[in-house]
Each structure stands twice: as structure tokens, then as C-alpha cells.
């Protein structure tokens, strides 16, 4: 299976900050990469697939970059609504695996 | 729309199965699968099944004790498990499998989820 490591796995940042969460593949995923949402009791909502697609509906704020093994999702001008637990996960190769996340709460 | 049910406290060892009933769209359509998440631990795909069930597969983790199924005319997924493990336990939820498409090519993604359903395994 391949293996999905995100960092930072915790961050503190202010509304209107740029934040950078980076994503490593064990191996070569070439863009099969997908970035999701979470908010505490809520289900993962899809934000950005083939490594830099915006799903519809998702401000232009996210961005995602990168190929191969090293990704990176940016939000420019954190909103409060964007205080929150980011995944990334692999469609590569079944078993389409996640990382563990990077939680982005308020400084 | 997903909406899950099912869930509850079972004991290890025990057995349990989680529905998830589908609206608002062609579910007959659309690979599914079962995504959990442990407390405080990432989502973990756990199953999936093709649109007409031909075609399934399995975590390790839960190969050969949970059995993913549908019921098209029902719109309607399951998933049954048993022999569960304490370990077992987690948020269940259902997700749809879509393709987003991107410079010529389609890419797998998880774009329509369910609400959750807990399930606790514990003596």
C-alpha cells in the first residue's frame, strides 16, 4: 500500500494568513492527489483533486501544486470558516490511502 | 444525499450492520465505498463495490470479516461486519467514488459523504 505523511501535523495561524500543509507518497503517485476538508463532527469534504483541480464550489483561496511524491495545499487569506483538519489521500493505487491530516486552529 | 444508520455498542466479537440510504442522484451509478475514521486518527478506506456489484474489494484490516453489498433498486449500501475488534471502532461513513477530470485523464475521488455513523466496540 502506499503511504501518505503530511506536515506539519498541527498549526497555529491568524485570519488572513497564508498556510502551506505539505503531503509525501511512499512512491510516485504522478498528480493522483486529492485534498479534503474536516471540521469536528462533520464528514471530509473534497476540496481539490488531481493534485490541483478545484472541486466545484471551493474558493480560490485553496490551491494545491505538485506531482510525483511532494504536494502542497495552500490557503491564501485564512477565513475563520477555514480553521480546520486537512487530509490528503492518494487515487493512485487502491487501497486509495489518506494521510494523517494537518489541523489548522486559530492562533 | 447519504444518510447512514446502524451503528451502536456491540461487544468484540459481535457482529453489526450499517446502512446507507441514498437520494438526490443516479445511485445505481456510482462505485461506493465505506470510509472510517478512529478517534482522533485520519479516515481509513475500509470497502467499495462497483455500480452493479460486480466487482468489491477489502482493507486487510477487515478482509474476510466484513461484507460490502448494495441493492440498486433500493438505493441502498451495506455493510456487514463481524468477529468485530475493539479496534474496529470509529465514525463508519458512506462515500460515492467519482471522477474528476483534469487534462485529458479521469481521477478517482470521494466527492458525496455521509453524515457518519459511530460504532463501538467495547466489553
Known amino acids: 500500500d502506499i503511504q501518505m505523511t503530511q506536515s506539519p501535523s498541527s498549526l497555529s495561524a491568524s485570519v488572513g494568513d497564508r498556510v502551506t500543509i505539505t503531503c509525501r507518497a511512499s512512491q510516485s503517485i504522478s498528480n493522483f492527489l486529492n485534498w479534503y476538508q474536516q471540521k469536528p463532527g462533520k464528514a471530509p469534504r473534497l476540496l481539490i483533486f488531481?493534485?490541483?483541480s478545484w472541486q466545484n464550489g471551493v474558493p480560490s483561496r485553496f490551491s494545491g501544486s505538485g506531482s510525483g511524491t511532494e504536494f502542497t495545499l495552500t490557503i491564501r487569506g485564512l477565513q475563520p470558516e477555514d480553521f480546520a483538519t486537512y487530509y490528503c489521500?492518494?487515487?493512485?493505487?487502491?487501497?486509495?490511502?489518506f494521510g494523517p491530516g494537518t489541523r489548522v486552529d486559530i492562533k | 444525499q447519504l444518510v447512514e444508520s446502524g451503528g451502536g455498542l456491540v461487544r468484540p466479537g459481535g457482529s453489526l450492520r450499517l446502512s446507507c440510504a441514498a437520494s438526490?442522484?443516479?445511485?445505481?451509478?456510482?462505485?461506493m465505498n465505506w470510509v472510517r475514521q478512529a478517534p482522533g486518527k485520519g479516515p481509513e478506506w475500509v470497502a467499495s463495490?462497483?455500480?452493479?456489484?460486480?466487482?468489491?474489494d477489502y482493507a486487510d484490516s477487515v478482509k474476510g470479516r466484513f461484507t460490502i453489498s448494495r441493492d440498486n433498486p433500493k438505493n441502498s449500501l451495506y455493510l456487514q461486519m463481524s468477529s468485530l475488534r475493539v479496534d474496529d471502532t470509529g465514525v463508519y461513513f458512506c462515500?460515492?467514488?467519482?471522477?474528476?477530470?483534469?487534462?485529458?485523464?479521469?481521477?478517482?475521488?470521494?466527492?458525496?459523504w455521509g453524515q457518519g455513523m459511530l460504532v463501538t466496540v467495547s466489553s
Open positions: 488531481a493534485a490541483s
Open positions: 489521500q492518494q487515487s493512485y493505487s487502491p487501497p486509495f490511502t
Open positions: 462515500a460515492t467514488e467519482g471522477l474528476g477530470y483534469s487534462e485529458g485523464s479521469d481521477f478517482p475521488l470521494f466527492d458525496h
Open positions: 438526490g442522484f443516479t445511485f445505481r451509478s456510482y462505485g
Open positions: 463495490i462497483s455500480a452493479n456489484s460486480d466487482r468489491s
